[in-house]
């Protein structure tokens, strides 16, 4: 049985609780993603972002991403945390834990619930810079032509061709 949670909070995010809950004896492998707020963008100093969240419909979108990942890579467990708010440089953004009997779908797993988180999550990033100035960035839109232009992550592609 796959365990999957997700959470938005403006609490720090705590990478040892994401381990924790994918942790199962019958797999030998966790992957994660750590996402954090860098100091630069575009020839910029950032100082921070503010991370944006509809909290409703981003838990559904995180949700959705996971149980698409178990119909990929059966008997792994998911933990998606996003943090809503203002984040220094260095703050932790984003946490994704995936466990699984092997590594290879662990880091495959992981690589396409990130991919897929930043291209459909309704999260919107507004960096602060050095010199006093903010800028929203441009990212996920909420409507139907943003759904129909996403890409596929290659999984598929490559069942269909015998290599997974």
């Given at each position: 049985m796959n365990k999957i949670t997700v959470k938005v909070s403006t609490d720090s995010i705590e990478i040892q609780d994401a381990v924790a809950y994918v942790s199962d004896p019958a797999h030998g492998a966790i992957d994660t993603f750590i996402g954090t707020?860098?100091?630069?963008?575009?020839?910029?100093t950032v100082t921070g972002i503010t991370y944006d969240v509809h909290d409703a419909l981003t838990k559904n979108v995180l949700k959705e991403i996971c149980d698409e990942a178990t119909g990929m890579w059966a008997s792994t467990n998911?933990?998606?945390?996003?943090?809503?708010?203002?984040?220094?440089?260095?703050?932790?953004?984003?946490?994704?834990?995936?466990?699984?009997?092997?590594?290879?779908?662990?880091?495959?797993?992981?690589?396409?619930?990130?991919?897929?988180?930043?291209?459909?999550?309704p999260i919107w990033k507004k960096e602060h810079y050095r010199d006093g100035k903010s800028d929203w960035l441009p990212g996920h839109s909420l409507t139907s032509e943003a759904e129909e232009s996403l890409l596929c992550c290659g999984h598929c592609q490559k069942e269909t061709q015998g290599h997974v």
């Open positions: 707020v860098r100091n630069n963008h575009e020839g910029k998911y933990y998606v945390a996003h943090y809503k708010g203002v984040l220094d440089v260095g703050g932790i953004s984003i946490v994704i834990a995936v466990s699984s009997a092997h590594r290879g779908e662990s880091f495959d797993a992981c690589r396409y619930v990130i991919e897929e988180i930043k291209k459909r999550a």
